[in-house]
């Protein structure tokens, strides 16, 4: 197989992007004052989160719904819900 | 609330909607809500579905459903960085009917599920997230989305390895990482012929590896490979506390994974179709919420049903089997018209007469036996180094095998005292 990069994969999956809703939100304060691992920039499978100008944001487009950053992170930074009824990844095959 | 109902099961997944099928085949109102748009759209398997259980609920429900391929050859694969040793089982007893195992794409099998729950007279409402369970008086009484409420006697949980409704309701707690495990999996598309050509077999039977050691970097967990008809299912599950505490990335072991000597060849020629990943609840016993309160049941990955003994990796069947329990108690408290946890409570006496919770019990020592270090870094390195010594002719005399071992042994500092108390942990607890 051709390697493929991260985002060349998830381009490759179903998605009805529910623009204008995000389904998760970092807590800035919380994220930055508390956490030391920030276990949801490595642990992410699909890569959701990085680091920008010292804030953890999220890129939840790509997301696919597995709650491992949420059951990672070891602060109450992340708000993370599934998203609207309908909306997010939709697996074909799964 | 306006609109009331026998049943409103949460999350169309197996459990929800084997649960949805019994039910209405007995005449109850059911309603199964799912949030994707179609039962299966945000399902993703690691595993392989022994479907036995099904076919009490549906017979041969393999000649009508989506299944891929009935797993007749079982591999487990010892892997270090650039070697594999393999135990590799076939049997022409997995060709029988009724079959042992199915490979499965959940967004199709799911799918037709639920379309036989709805065929039987359950309706499905897609599209719908469910925010919150509806308490009054300590007593669940209904489920609202947004701003509809729906009411009824039993609400069944069935919302997945996630399931915010049990921890809002107190049913759970936080989790535990160390309860957990990532699922990272792509399916790759191959031609049938390819497959068939590739994996020695012939027709519809299928291969399901499970795969130790270089497979996660040493990570508690597995590596798994199964065969689908024109299609691969390959994949990771490694323990979230591991990961955290190693800082692994899930995306970057599975391409090492993909890339392995042993693994690259299977998958070769072969076109990603999907990317997904999913959680896995591998706490057993530990990590089990309550399973039920007044007017509702827990059920699937909520209830954290699973099994992992290195061997097999259940959670399908697992689920089906706490479907049907559910459903039987739902038919015991309508029959007295009494949905509380004296009479509800009966679907916790049959998940432990059934296999259901009897398996989580004979596996309870399962989870703590794959935390077991040695098993991802110490063996796959022993027994590559073992073959090695064996088959590698240098032009030097060779040894006899027992002091092969015991150098094999040394080279992957491993004490024969470890060797002994691994061996037998795994007797107990396998």
Known sequence: ?94 | MEEKFDVIIVGAGLAGSAAAYKLAKEGLEVVLVERGPYPGSKNLSGGVLYGRVLEKLIPEYWKEAPVERYITNQIISFMSENASFNIDFRSQVFNEQPYNAFSVLRGKFDRWLGEQAEQAGAMLVPGIKVDRVIVENGRAVGIAAGDEEMGADVIILADGANSFLAQQLGLRGRFNPAHLAVGVKELIGLPRETIEERFRLSGNEGVAYGLVGFATRGVAGGGFLYTNQESISIGLVMHLDELIETGLRPAEVIEDFLAHPSIAPLIRGGKLLEYGAHLVPEGGLAMMPRLYMDGLLVVGDAAGLSVNNGFVVRGMDLAIGSGIAAAEAVLEAKKKNDFSVQTLGVYQRLMAESFVLKDMQTYAGAPDFMKNERLYKVYPEFLASLMTAIYQHEGVPKQHLLPMVMQSLKNSHLSLLALAQDGLKGVRSL
């Open chain 1, 1 to 94: 197989m051709n390697r493929m990069s991260l985002p060349e994969k998830l381009a490759v999956n179903k998605y009805e992007l529910d623009e204008g809703h995000p389904h998760i939100e970092v807590k800035a304060e919380i994220c930055n004052a508390i956490c030391k691992t920030k276990a949801c920039l490595f642990v992410c499978p699909v890569g959701v989160y990085s680091e920008q100008e010292g804030k953890v944001v999220a890129d939840w487009a790509g997301c696919v719904e597995c709650g491992t950053c949420k059951a990672a992170c070891p602060t109450e930074a992340l708000v993370w819900e599934y998203p609207r009824g309908g909306f997010g990844i939709i697996y074909r095959y799964g």
